[in-house]
């Protein structure tokens, strides 16, 4: 698909999963992972770089997931010690942000990175790890429509690919999404507490819900329900988010009974 290699900067080891479905489809894929140290036993063409610099002077289309708007400035622009990717980018490369963040400062990244003649598409990833490793993933993309014509081949290796409009849309489809999810593990949540003050047990409930509770995305849930408590007061609007801590308390008591 690609001549030059296909590079990924995270500072979540779960983005790995990209860096190994492009390698398994035979892409030449460069990643550097923040903190981590992981040099040994890779993948047939998957290369640990010893800096971001390396990623960006390497490859043509970079997918970037740093949630830290901060971090992620930084690393762009850099410091009086070095110009940062925009400095070490070419002009026409595109940037695929995985990143959770709102549409303001999705655009303003674009802002940033548009002087450099770089352009940026927003992607989120639904359906986990397993799912983007397999290509059975959901991917809602968003962008100008010729920066997403040229990664689309791409992302199409991950999943289904759907365009959801202007750069932000896909990480905003995505956060409304997680936040239903996550009002309907809400209020399962409280109904197995409920039952467990009645009497009930837990595992009779579980089965009667079909199955126990999946605790393993509350993190997930919780990042996203917060992309969308943003959004909401970016705009002035009212955003009541759900407490995960309180659901982390009940789904614990659930499971020890």
């Known amino acids: 698909m690609t001549k030059r290699p296909i590079g ?3 500072s979540d080891p779960e983005a790995l999963a990209v860096a190994r479905r492009m390698a398994g489809v035979g892409e030449h894929v460069i990643f550097y992972m923040f903190g981590s140290t992981a040099r040994k036993n ?14 960006a002077l390497a490859c043509e289309i970079v997918f970037l997931e740093i949630d830290d708007t901060r971090q992620m400035r930084q690393l762009m622009l850099g410091c009086p010690d070095r110009p940062g ?12 942000d995985l990143s959770i963040r709102t549409p ?17 598409v927003d992607v989120a990833l639904v359906g986990g790890t397993a799912a983007i490793e397999h290509g059975a993933a959901t991917v809602l993309v968003g962008g100008f429509p010729d920066a997403v014509d040229r990664v689309e081949p791409i992302l199409a290796e991950l999943g289904r690919v759907e365009r959801t409009g202007p750069l932000g849309s896909a ?12 009002a309907h593990f ?31 995305n509350i993190v997930r849930f919780q990042r996203r329900a917060e992309l969308v408590r943003r959004m ?8 009541n ?7 982390k308390v009940a789904e614990s008591a659930n499971k020890s009974s």
Request: glycine fraction near 12%.
């Open 85 to 96: 990717l925009l400095g070490e980018m070419q002009p026409g490369a595109i940037i695929i």
């Open 186 to 216: 809400a209020a399962r949540s409280d109904a197995l507490s409920v039952g467990h003050a009645l009497g009930l047990r837990a595992s009779a409930l579980s089965h009667i819900f079909d199955g126990a509770p999946d605790d393993s």
């Open 241 to 247: 988010v759900i407490d995960f801590n309180r659901l």
């Open 8 to 10: 990924l900067i995270a």
């Open 104 to 120: 303001r400062e999705t655009l303003a990244l674009l802002g940033v990175s548009g002087t450099r003649g770089i352009g940026v």
């Open 171 to 182: 990480q905003t489809a995505a956060a409304l999404m997680g936040y239903v999810e996550a």
């Open 232 to 239: 909401a007061e970016e705009r002035g609007l009212g955003s």
């Open 42 to 55: 890779l993948a047939p063409n998957l290369e640990a770089a010893s800096t971001p610099a390396d990623v």
